[in-house]
């Protein structure tokens, strides 16, 4: 679920707004009531009616002029550019609904075809209709580096209802959730796992900061981490959410649900959404780039289906806390880096919000892991060659003890903590 915001209104406008949205509410659900088992034939010109109205007059004021960039597509467009929205340019679901990928003439070149992922709402009513308000006022005005860009959005209705899309730039290199957990995709590098967690980290802390008005990013989890071509991170499909007073929201008009195993215990027992809530997300991403696990995976052994509970004795011990890294990585990482990783995790992670860092300070120290990692090269090597050496060396310290004392009679070169065994 989302949360649905309505600012810039008195509290007799918002009344009105949400008797409307109560009406409308209605009248979708005795047009839900026609649906067939196909849904294509709803009977919704109240509910399409009242829709383009909001389309025109949008429930969110938009605070920047940037949104007049966004383009305004057609259905006919939309069906060109996906085959009809053929499943076999299906790329993903998700609770608002199915991405497809798609083929648009490029603004600035008509000649030239861009690729975009087209996310087409369901047919949810007014609930959903709110959440397509929310993504095109506020994602309209979102502009940074780490974040997946908005491209346009399309409203207008069709031989099979009520169609409301949105269309953002495609990422060729899927999500972070592929590349960790789906064993059909090359695992991410040591290295990209740290550029990950930076970039990540620099889209919150846009978002929770650096924006005119402050919106958090709500339900993070890795899938909503995808990859453009250069293989930078950003966050998409956030879920945005504007920061009240004292860091809470308000005129909050439905319940909230988090995604299982990022959920901080606090917006589980109040779902009261604050900053710290993505703080303690970040902390749990971390953990999931180091490991390469689920926050909850049902195919773990009963002890470790719960990754937090899992990592919690490996921590303190050096030796130990090698075995919690991704086994997929074959050794090729950097021990302190991980150890750092974790860490920082750790502070994110504190039970109480108020001692939790900001993104800021959390990007600061992410930051100072990606440089010194820069700093020291790139010492990886196979993990056959670590062995090999290790061995030799082993060889050699034993064929040069001497007889009497037992003692080496030269130093044994030590291999440094940088280069771990995984087994």
């Not at 993505?278 to 289906?305: A, C, H, K």
């Not at 034993?398 to 070169?413: E, I, M, Q, V, Y």
Request: glycine fraction near 6%; proline fraction near 4%.
């Amino acid at each position: 679920m989302m949360c649905f915001l309505f600012y810039g209104c008195d509290k007799t406008e918002e009344s009105k707004i949400e008797k409307s949205a109560s009406a409308h509410s209605l009248n979708s659900k005795r047009a839900d009531h026609d649906v067939g088992r196909s849904g294509s034939e709803v009977n919704c010109q109240n509910v399409s009616a009242s829709s383009l109205e909001s389309v025109r007059r949008p429930l969110f004021p938009v605070r920047s002029s940037s949104q007049s960039n966004l383009r305004v597509f057609t259905i006919a467009e939309l069906k060109l550019a996906t085959k009809n929205f053929s499943r076999s340019f299906m790329v993903g679901e998700g609770g608002f609904g199915c991405v497809y990928k798609g083929s648009i003439k490029s603004r600035d070149d008509p000649s030239r075809k861009i690729d975009v992922a087209v996310k087409q709402l369901g047919k949810r009513g007014m609930q959903g209709h709110k959440e397509w308000i929310t993504e095109v006022n506020l994602l309209g005005v979102v502009e940074h580096p780490n974040l997946v860009k908005l491209v346009g959005y399309c409203a207008e209705d069709d031989e099979r209802g009520i169609q409301r899309l949105l269309i953002y730039e495609f990422m060729p290199n899927r999500s972070v959730e592929d590349h960790l957990h789906t064993q059909l995709e090359a695992p991410l590098s040591w290295a990209r796992r740290l550029k990950v967690a930076q970039d990540t980290a620099r889209g919150l802390t846009y978002l929770h900061e650096e924006m005119d008005f402050q919106i958090i990013f709500r339900d993070f989890k890795s899938s909503n981490i995808l990859l453009d071509e250069q293989w930078n991170a950003k966050l998409s499909d956030f879920g945005l959410a504007r920061l009240g007073p004292e860091d809470g929201l308000t005129h909050v008009s439905t319940a909230v649900v988090g995604t299982w195993g990022y959920a901080a215990p606090e917006y589980i027992q109040t779902g009261r959404l604050t900053s710290k809530i993505d703080v303690w997300s970040y902390g749990v991403f971390l953990y999931e780039l180091i490991t390469g696990r689920r926050p909850l995976d049902r195919n773990q052994p009963r002890s470790e289906q719960k990754m937090l509970e899992w990592v919690r004795p490996y921590l303190s011990d050096v030796k130990k806390f090698r075995l919690i890294i991704d086994p997929r990585l074959q050794g090729k990482y950097h021990l302190k880096s991980a150890q750092k990783l974790a860490n920082i995790a750790n502070k994110c992670l504190v039970k109480n919000p108020k001692s939790r860092p900001k993104m800021s300070e959390v990007l600061e120290m992410v930051n100072k892991v990606v440089d010194t990692s820069t700093e020291t090269g790139n010492p990886f090597r196979s993990l056959a060659s670590v062995e090999t050496s290790q061995d030799s060396s082993s060889k050699n310290k034993r064929r040069n003890l001497d007889p009497k004392t037992g003692a080496s009679g030269w130093s044994a070169r030590r291999w440094p903590t940088k280069l771990i065994r995984t087994s």
